[in-house]
């Protein structure tokens, strides 16, 4: 089992920045063995991949909605990732949920919230 929690979401005004972290405990598994993913779901929509990264780090992957602003990035020595968002969108409102797994994703986090005021 894989218990996964958010944290760092918050009220934000359009341009500004937030760092999500997601820290993960793996009874009886290896953290580094996962990919870990964030999706996002804003009201009314269905939840959306925004990036994910392999377990080495080696390879990432973003959705075209956040490519050039939104940073994923892990530690697996210390059970985290990352998602480092700059350049804030109103649209990028949404509750943000980390995922891990490895053909699919298996975990999920409860979710944060991100509000980015116009």
């Known amino acids: 089992q894989v218990h996964l929690v958010e944290s760092g979401g918050g009220l934000v005004q359009a341009g500004g920045s937030l760092r999500l972290s997601c820290a993960a405990s793996a009874s009886g598994r290896t953290f580094s063995s996962y990919t870990m993913g964030w999706f996002r779901q804003a009201p009314g929509k269905e939840r959306e991949f925004i990036a994910h990264?392999?377990?080495?780090?080696?390879?990432?992957k973003y959705a075209d909605s956040v490519k050039g602003r939104f940073t994923i990035s892990r530690d697996n020595a210390k059970n985290m990732v990352y998602l480092q968002m700059n350049s804030l969108k109103p649209e990028d409102t949404a509750v943000y949920y980390c995922?891990?797994?490895?053909?699919?994703?298996?975990?999920w986090g409860q979710g944060t919230q991100v509000t980015v005021s116009s």
């Open positions: 990264i392999t377990w080495s780090g080696g390879s990432t």
């Open positions: 995922a891990a797994g490895k053909n699919t994703y298996d975990y």
